[in-house]
């Protein structure tokens, strides 16, 4: 006894509450489910009764001239009506003498012993009915129902048998009830049984769920009793240890609630101080790491000004220096072609002038394209402190932008596709550092670009609506490599590159995003690694407001 109660206080605390409360209640249940199993059991047998007794009543009534004038085919008529009956194991029809007239099914049971009487609702017997249960050998049950077959007739008093029963209502008349014959239904309990099967598999599955949902009910709710303590036992062998950074969390008024907060407060004071120095040490460490970022961003918008401008500078010598050549070729080209068409006309005589005539026009197209190219170089080499804008067309930008770029793309066996948007209208913007970012953004679709592939620039208007004043979108697709996505939150910031070394500085997209924001824009990227990568610009209508050299970039990338 001893020992037994060593090892039931050993027991935790749930368990010493779960496992009686448990037990009780499936205990009930069962006591519960039984009674209700015995009641719908009695409940079946009770209205296979009554239906039988009913059915043999109206086999009764409707088999009176039957049995009187023992007209068999009349009988079998009526009998098959009650074969749709699964219940009803035969029924047979006799006269007076106990001659079969008819019947269904087949009854020969032997050995059979009566069990128990049917009892009537009223409570009374009616005459010449005998209803009782009976057992096979085989031990199948069976409800035996008799009812007489009865007949009635009217008798006059010999004084009267002279005169017309309508003549006189005042006749006196006796009414004689015979009894012509009797009627055997056998009742098969083999379904009632089956009901009562189900029933009890039915009762004992909701019993077995209810006692589980109880279980559980029970264990969840003494969980929520039993594990602010558990928790307040590892809590405290943790502060035990020297650990201070827990606390004990109970969101309850009862004496463990009280007992938390006090625990809780107790070590509020042995943990504040170490909090003070570990902040102090994360904020002189975030502090450093902010200035360090500081230092690097603008050493590199530093790196990049001065490199910008030295390739300014170099760019506008070149195209100065370009410039006059290519005007001197142009005017020589377009005179030589305009006397060769005063002598000639527009159809040359001989075949070795049309040639020259050819020549010069390609001499005069090309330098003409130089011309152009130069003037965007120059175009693309002016630079300032302040930022200049005037009206431009966005259109118009990226298609010298494409005159820049494209004799690379060649180069590189890769197609530029233009969908330019011609309802685009006038923005406040500046075009060379508009034609900067495209620049950017052409030259590294094209190096994220296989050869023999395609880079789209489209350009699309959305006009205002509501509060929106709206803005202009310039997109730059290619279907390369794609940007990770580990790597496409990273792509704005300063000296970030992909490429390989010495194949980029990691500077143009991030100079590229400084030149949107002072547009009042900002570009988007969506990119699929491996697939594609399209970069959205997206400028608005309004005039941009003017954002000084020392604005901080938020490197937001919308993926």
Same mark, same amino acid.
């Given at each position: 006894?001893i020992?037994?109660?060593?090892? &039931?206080?050993s027991?935790s605390l %749930?368990?010493k =509450?779960?496992?009686p409360?448990?037990?009780?209640m499936?205990?009930?249940?069962?006591?519960?489910?039984?009674y209700?199993?015995e +009641?719908?059991s009695?409940?079946y047998r %009770?209205?296979?009764e009554t239906?039988?007794?009913?059915?043999? %009543?109206i086999a *009764?009534?409707?088999?009176?001239?039957g049995?009187?004038?023992?007209?068999d085919?009349?009988l079998?008529? /009526?009998?098959?009506?009650?074969?749709?009956?699964?219940?009803?194991?035969c029924i047979?029809?006799?006269?007076?003498?106990?001659?079969? /007239?008819?019947?269904?099914?087949?009854?020969?049971k032997?050995s059979?012993?009566?069990?128990?009487?049917?009892?009537n609702?009223?409570?009374?017997d009616?005459v010449?009915?005998?209803?009782y249960?009976?057992?096979?050998?085989e031990?199948q049950? =069976?409800?035996?129902?008799?009812?007489?077959?009865?007949?009635?007739s009217?008798?006059?008093?010999?004084?009267?048998?002279?005169?017309t029963?309508?003549?006189? $209502?005042?006749?006196q008349?006796?009414?004689?009830?015979?009894?012509i014959?009797? &009627?055997k239904?056998v009742?098969?309990?083999?379904?009632?049984?089956?009901?009562i099967?189900?029933?009890q598999?039915?009762?004992?599955?909701?019993?077995?769920?209810? *006692?589980?949902?109880?279980?559980i009910?029970? *264990? =969840?709710?003494?969980q929520?009793?039993?594990?602010?303590?558990q928790?307040?036992?590892?809590?405290?062998?943790?502060?035990?240890?020297?650990d201070?950074?827990?606390q004990?969390?109970?969101?309850?008024?009862?004496?463990?609630?009280?007992l938390?907060?006090?625990f809780?407060?107790?070590i509020?004071?042995?943990?504040?101080?170490?909090?003070?120095?570990?902040?102090?040490? %994360?904020?002189?460490?975030?502090?450093?790491?902010?200035?360090t970022?500081?230092?690097?961003?603008a050493?590199?918008?530093? @790196?990049?000004?001065?490199?910008?401008?030295?390739? $300014?500078?170099?760019? *506008?010598?070149?195209a100065?220096?370009?410039?006059n050549?290519?005007g001197?070729?142009?005017?020589?080209a377009?005179?030589?072609?305009?006397?060769?068409?005063?002598?000639?006309?527009?159809k040359?005589?001989?075949?070795?002038?049309?040639t020259?005539?050819r020549?010069?026009?390609?001499v005069?197209t090309?330098?003409r +394209?130089?011309?152009?190219?130069?003037?965007?170089?120059?175009? =693309?080499?002016?630079?300032?402190?302040v930022t200049?804008f005037?009206? &431009?067309?966005i259109?118009? @930008?990226?298609?010298?932008?494409v005159?820049?770029?494209?004799?690379?793309?060649?180069?590189?066996?890769?197609?530029?596709e233009?969908?330019?948007?011609?309802?685009?209208?006038? &923005?406040?913007?500046?075009a $060379?550092?508009?034609?900067?970012?495209?620049?950017?953004?052409?030259?590294?679709?094209?190096?994220?670009?296989?050869?023999?592939?395609?880079?789209?620039?489209s350009s699309?208007?959305s006009?205002?609506?509501?509060?929106f004043?709206?803005?202009?979108?310039?997109?730059?697709?290619?279907?390369?490599?794609?940007?990770?996505?580990?790597?496409?939150?990273?792509?704005f910031?300063?000296?970030?590159?992909t490429?390989?070394?010495?194949?980029g500085?990691?500077?143009? /997209?991030?100079?590229?995003?400084?030149?949107?924001k002072?547009?009042?824009?900002?570009?988007?990227v969506?990119?699929e690694?491996?697939?594609?990568?399209?970069?959205?610009?997206?400028?608005?209508?309004q005039k941009?407001?003017?954002v000084?050299?020392?604005?901080?970039?938020?490197?937001?990338?919308? $993926?």
């Amino acid at each position: 006894m001893i020992g037994l109660w060593r090892r &039931i206080s050993s027991l935790s605390l %749930r368990t010493k =509450f779960v496992l009686p409360v448990s037990i009780i209640m499936v205990a009930g249940i069962l006591v519960i489910a039984t009674y209700l199993i015995e +009641r719908q059991s009695e409940s079946y047998r %009770r209205e296979l009764e009554t239906n039988g007794e009913t059915m043999i %009543r109206i086999a *009764a009534l409707q088999a009176e001239s039957g049995v009187l004038f023992e007209l068999d085919y009349e009988l079998e008529e /009526l009998l098959k009506k009650f074969e749709t009956f699964e219940d009803i194991e035969c029924i047979q029809i006799y006269n007076k003498e106990g001659v079969l /007239l008819a019947g269904i099914g087949e009854w020969t049971k032997d050995s059979l012993k009566r069990t128990r009487d049917v009892e009537n609702e009223d409570g009374a017997d009616d005459v010449g009915c005998d209803d009782y249960y009976v057992l096979d050998s085989e031990g199948q049950e =069976f409800i035996i129902l008799n009812h007489p077959v009865l007949t009635t007739s009217e008798e006059l008093d010999r004084e009267n048998l002279g005169i017309t029963g309508g003549m006189a $209502g005042n006749l006196q008349r006796t009414r004689v009830v015979e009894e012509i014959g009797q &009627i055997k239904m056998v009742l098969n309990l083999e379904g009632v049984k089956q009901a009562i099967r189900s029933a009890q598999t039915a009762t004992i599955v909701l019993t077995l769920v209810v *006692a589980i949902l109880a279980v559980i009910f029970i *264990a =969840f709710f003494v969980q929520l009793v039993t594990k602010p303590v558990q928790r307040l036992v590892e809590i405290t062998d943790q502060v035990s240890r020297g650990d201070l950074t827990q606390q004990v969390v109970v969101k309850q008024d009862d004496e463990i609630g009280r007992l938390a907060t006090t625990f809780n407060r107790m070590i509020e004071s042995l943990r504040l101080s170490r909090d003070e120095i570990e902040e102090y040490n %994360r904020n002189l460490e975030e502090k450093i790491i902010q200035r360090t970022l500081e230092l690097e961003q603008a050493q590199a918008q530093l @790196v990049q000004s001065e490199k910008l401008s030295a390739i $300014g500078q170099l760019a *506008a010598g070149v195209a100065h220096e370009l410039n006059n050549p290519l005007g001197g070729i142009l005017g020589y080209a377009q005179f030589a072609l305009e006397k060769m068409k005063k002598k000639h006309g527009d159809k040359p005589e001989s075949k070795e002038m049309a040639t020259y005539v050819r020549y010069l026009t390609d001499v005069e197209t090309q330098a003409r +394209r130089c011309k152009a190219i130069v003037q965007n170089l120059l175009r =693309f080499s002016r630079s300032s402190k302040v930022t200049d804008f005037e009206d &431009i067309d966005i259109n118009t @930008v990226i298609r010298d932008t494409v005159t820049f770029v494209e004799h690379q793309l060649h180069m590189n066996q890769i197609e530029l596709e233009e969908a330019l948007d011609s309802k685009v209208p006038v &923005i406040r913007g500046n075009a $060379g550092q508009l034609q900067q970012v495209f620049t950017n953004l052409i030259l590294n679709a094209m190096h994220a670009s296989p050869p023999e592939s395609q880079i789209t620039v489209s350009s699309n208007y959305s006009p205002p609506l509501g509060e929106f004043g709206g803005a202009i979108e310039a997109s730059v697709s290619d279907h390369g490599s794609g940007i990770s996505p580990e790597n496409i939150n990273k792509i704005f910031e300063p000296f970030f590159t992909t490429k390989d070394v010495g194949k980029g500085t990691g500077l143009g /997209l991030s100079v590229s995003y400084g030149i949107i924001k002072e547009h009042g824009g900002e570009i988007r990227v969506e990119s699929e690694l491996g697939e594609y990568t399209t970069f959205t610009i997206i400028l608005p209508l309004q005039k941009p407001t003017s954002v000084s050299d020392t604005h901080h970039k938020e490197y937001a990338v919308n $993926g």
